[in-house]
């Protein structure tokens, strides 16, 4: 029923924010934008944001080094699914979707897949808050006036950055907390205890070695890879603004945007903050929602056929 409601909830608010975009925006204007896209720049775009699932995929393998047996083309498949799947599932279903397709062709625990999957994220929120934090300072200095902007930044380093240090306590103080769990007598302390293990084995990675550093090299590397589809994406439509650091902001508070529960593909919330980043710069509307169309369909169509 839970997650019944909160799909319900992502579709009704992906129609309000499309409902108010038709409503507010010239239409006709993005269509003659959209008109002027080139198939060789769309290709382009579809083909850069494909190359990110190779980084992707290799990082996770390091964050289950205690798996070495599963094959690289296991994580490549499962992300790829996964991704589909959040083209089909309201609510980013495609992560649970991701997690069940890895388990089965693997046989880890689910929980396992899920924890790992978990402190991915966190990876990708820190790495995207730093991309923001760079946009931020390569832009004007009276961007930083906009106030959803400071909000959106204290939110992200407190969810973030307490996440990270949430699951460096876990790992530092593991013994200590396997000790106490393990003590108790209460069936749902031992049953937290076994889960424990679980999630702990997940988090193996997190250490202060090379595996580690490339861990976290290799996720600046995804998005940096995601950013550069925003930046070209810019060039392609002229939008007469700094391509670097509109192209960084757009593909943060994208991101963080659609962690908001959606209908499937994130539809109008992907675009809406693409138009709301580029308010920043005091791009048009109809512009911003041309952007937010393009990169949309560049990284929709051939993950969720390839997902498929």
């Known amino acids: 029923m839970k997650k019944k409601l909160i799909g319900l909830a992502g579709i009704l608010i992906s129609v309000a924010i499309i409902y108010y975009i038709t409503q507010n925006v010239n239409i006709k204007a993005t269509e003659d934008h959209i008109s002027k896209v080139k198939y060789w720049q769309l290709i382009t ?16 393998q390091l964050m289950l080094m205690n798996y070495p047996t599963i094959k690289f083309q296991v994580f490549l498949k499962a992300i790829i699914v996964g991704f589909a799947g959040n083209n089909f599932i309201p609510a980013r279903g495609g992560e649970l979707l991701r997690m069940e397709f890895f388990s089965r062709n693997t046989k880890i625990p689910r929980i396992t897949a899920l924890t790992s999957v978990f402190t991915e994220k966190i990876l990708d ?5 730093g991309i923001l934090l760079i946009g931020v300072f390569l832009s004007p200095s009276n961007i930083m006036d906009s106030i959803w902007l400071k909000n959106l930044l204290a ?15 876990i790992k530092y103080n593991a013994t200590q907390i396997e000790t106490w769990l393990n003590s108790q007598q209460k069936s749902l302390l031992k049953k937290i205890y076994a889960l424990f293990k679980i999630i702990n084995d997940a988090i193996q990675f997190l250490k202060f070695d090379l595996n580690t550093l490339k861990i976290f090299a290799i996720s600046f590397l995804i998005w940096l890879i995601e950013a550069l589809v925003f930046i070209l994406c810019i060039y392609f439509l002229s939008i007469e603004t700094d391509v670097i650091s509109a192209g960084c902001i757009v593909l943060a508070v994208v991101n963080f945007g659609i962690l908001i529960p959606s209908s499937p593909a994130y539809l109008g919330v992907f675009q809406a903050m693409a138009m709301l980043s580029l308010s920043l710069f005091g791009i048009e509307e109809s512009v911003s929602l041309t952007l937010g169309v393009v990169v949309h369909f560049s990284q929709f169509i051939l993950v969720t056929i390839i997902g498929i």
């Open 45 to 60: 775009l579809m083909s850069i944001y494909l190359l990110s699932f190779i980084p992707r995929a290799y990082r996770w």
């Open 125 to 129: 929120g820190l790495v995207l808050l």
């Open 155 to 169: 939110a992200a380093s407190f969810l973030f950055i307490g996440a990270l240090l949430f699951i460096g306590f």
